[in-house]
Each structure stands twice: as C-alpha cells, then as structure tokens.
C-alpha cells in the first residue's frame, strides 16, 4: 500500500498512498471540481511543519483547474478519491520555486503534504445531477416518450382493427339480411 506513484513523470510530483478511499468513492471530476481536503504541510530538508489545517480541525477548499494551488496539487488531488490520504512530495518547480514563499517555505524547497480529501462537490449554481445524470435523465425521458409513442401507435393500430372489424361484422349483418330478405320474396 505504500507504493509511490511519480504523477508528473519527471519525479516532481510523487503520490503515496497512506490511506485507501473506498472503491465506490467520490472522485473529483468536471462536475465535481471544488474540493475540500485537510493537510500538513512539512519542508522535506528539516520535517518543520509550515502549514496546516489538522491543528484547527478545518478544511481548506478550493476549486481545481482555477490555478489557485500550487501545480502539485492540482496534479495529486484529481487523482484522489474522497477519503483517500495521501503523501505527496513536491520538486520546488511543482510548488514555489526558487521564489519560495517567505518567511515560511525558502526557495528551491521540496515539499511534502499529507492531504485527505475530505469532499469534492460541484460548482455553485450546478448540482451534482449535472452533466453526466442530466444527460441519463434525457436519454431516459426520451426513452418514455418513444414507449409512449409506440404505445399510442399500438392502441391506435388495434382502434383501426377494431373498426375494421366491426365494420365487416356490420356488413355481414347487413348482407345476411338482404340475402334473408331475397330467400323470403321467393319462397312466396
């Protein structure tokens, strides 16, 4: 379980699992970008933390693809199910650089988080039905409707059948008579 998974290709970005999600849990996606994790995050030279929600109890939201993270994190939490605690070790090009983020993360750092995705939830205005259910939800009233329409059809097929029917019927009483009536006039 504890095998590294190198998500940027060149080392920069390296996921462990800590932590499993279960196999039927959530994952963020195009209807489902905002997240919510909780993490620590430590620099890799000394383990000092720098930051962290777990301290707090909190949760740190944001919505992926929005560049409001650092690329690393962009890269580890869309690959993460909800309940799924992961180590990920950043290459300073995946997350400050040699600018760093003073007073608490020098330039050039690699950095190691331990983040939970705690949620991930659509976008405000959107519902989770969006996209991908709406879309079932269409295919699936289309599918009434074409029942209903083969189903209206049908009826009307056997209406036409059943007047048919009731038409012979009458013209068969209507010939029975007349052939009634012509046996009459000649047995007087």
């Given at each position: 379980m504890t ?56 949760v740190f ?74 879309r079932a ?52």
């Amino acid at each position: 379980m504890t095998d590294s998974i190198d998500l940027s290709g060149d080392g920069g970005v390296v996921k462990t699992i800590l932590r499993k999600a279960k196999a039927d849990a959530l994952c963020p996606s195009d209807d489902l970008p905002l997240v919510d994790v909780q993490y620590e995050g430590t620099l890799a030279e000394t383990g000092e933390v720098f930051d962290t929600t777990r301290m707090d109890n909190t949760v740190f939201s944001f919505e992926l693809g929005k560049g409001s993270v650092i690329q690393a994190w962009e890269i580890a939490v869309k690959t993460m199910k909800v309940g799924e605690v992961a180590k990920i070790t950043c290459k300073p090009e995946f997350a400050y650089g040699s600018a760093g983020s003073p007073p608490d993360i020098p330039p050039d750092a690699t950095l190691i988080f331990e983040v939970e995705l705690v949620a991930c939830k659509p976008r405000k205005g959107s519902s989770v039905t969006s996209v991908s259910e709406e879309r079932a939800r269409l295919e699936e009233l289309k599918k009434q409707r074409e029942l209903a329409a083969a189903a209206k059809e049908e009826e009307k097929k056997r209406r036409e059948e059943a007047k048919a029917a009731a038409a012979a019927r009458i013209q068969a009483k209507l010939e029975s008579k007349k052939g009634q009536g012509k046996g009459k006039g000649k047995a007087k």
